[in-house]
């Protein structure tokens, strides 16, 4: 079963740089989500992408962008990264409605040092 | 506006022992309600959902929650504790009219299972 695909799985940035997290949502699935999960606490919603749109966001700066490509896959980017950019990036797909819930990969972590 | 409070960030039971975890929400709609668990070093997983149907909603692995809308409430329930519970668990509040985006996690609860 195709669940969702991210990668990296680990990555190390220096503060000031930018990084670039992928995902591959599940099979049958178009909508894509990403979430900020700090230590210790619940993810936090970035955006999500529809038709290669974004279609609603949380409350990130614009440091952090993001992209849907035509196949359903995503991109997140963050630049000019901050030490409290470190986290657990997890994306999460569904069908546009969610009444079925998200199905979520393991996840990117990235620290920033 | 919504929010999701957890009630308990952590839970201890024995095995073999009931479990509850609490979980009260606020929605200016009428929400979908979600429970995740989530392993160490592992993404989260669907538990169960309720979605407007029937109040009472039963999971995977013996887990059910009751949607109570009187009391905003959508409390997760296990009859017996398995050691394989062990895990990070998380209610989600998305609202349900509005077909995008943002659904709303509360902070988690840590379950532990003693043997």
């Known amino acids: 079963d195709a669940g969702v695909t991210q990668s990296p799985t680990h990555l190390i940035k220096t503060r000031g740089q930018q990084v670039t997290l992928r995902c591959s949502p599940k099979?049958?699935?178009?909508?894509v989500s990403w979430y900020q999960q700090a230590l210790g606490q619940g993810p936090q919603f970035i955006f999500q992408?529809?038709?290669?749109?974004?279609?609603q966001r949380g409350n990130f700066p614009d440091r952090f962008s993001g992209h849907q490509f035509p196949n359903y896959s995503s991109e997140l980017n963050v630049n000019a990264l901050l030490l409290g950019d470190s986290a657990l990036y997890l994306c999460?797909?569904?069908?546009?409605?969610?009444?079925?819930?998200?199905?979520f990969g393991s996840g990117t972590r990235l620290t920033v040092v | 506006a919504q929010s999701v409070t957890q009630l308990d960030s952590h839970v201890s039971v024995s095995e073999g022992t009931p479990v509850l975890l609490r979980c009260n929400y606020s929605?200016?709609?009428?929400?979908?309600l979600f429970w995740y668990v989530q392993h160490p070093n592992k993404g989260l997983q669907l538990l169960l959902k309720?979605?407007?149907?029937?109040?009472l909603v039963k999971g995977i692995n013996g887990f059910e929650a009751e949607f109570k809308k009187s009391e905003t409430s959508f409390h997760l329930t296990k009859p017996s504790a398995h050691m394989s519970d062990a895990a990070e668990y998380f209610c989600?509040?998305?609202?349900?009219?509005?077909?995008?985006?943002?659904?709303?996690f509360g902070d988690g609860t840590t379950l532990t299972v003693k043997p």
């Open positions: 999460a797909s569904s069908l546009p409605t969610q009444d079925y819930g998200y199905t």
């Open positions: 099979s049958g699935h178009d909508t």
């Open positions: 992408y529809y038709e290669e749109e974004e279609r």
């Open positions: 929605s200016s709609y009428s929400p979908s």
């Open positions: 309720y979605t407007s149907a029937a109040t």
């Open positions: 989600v509040v998305t609202p349900w009219e509005t077909n995008a985006g943002k659904s709303t």
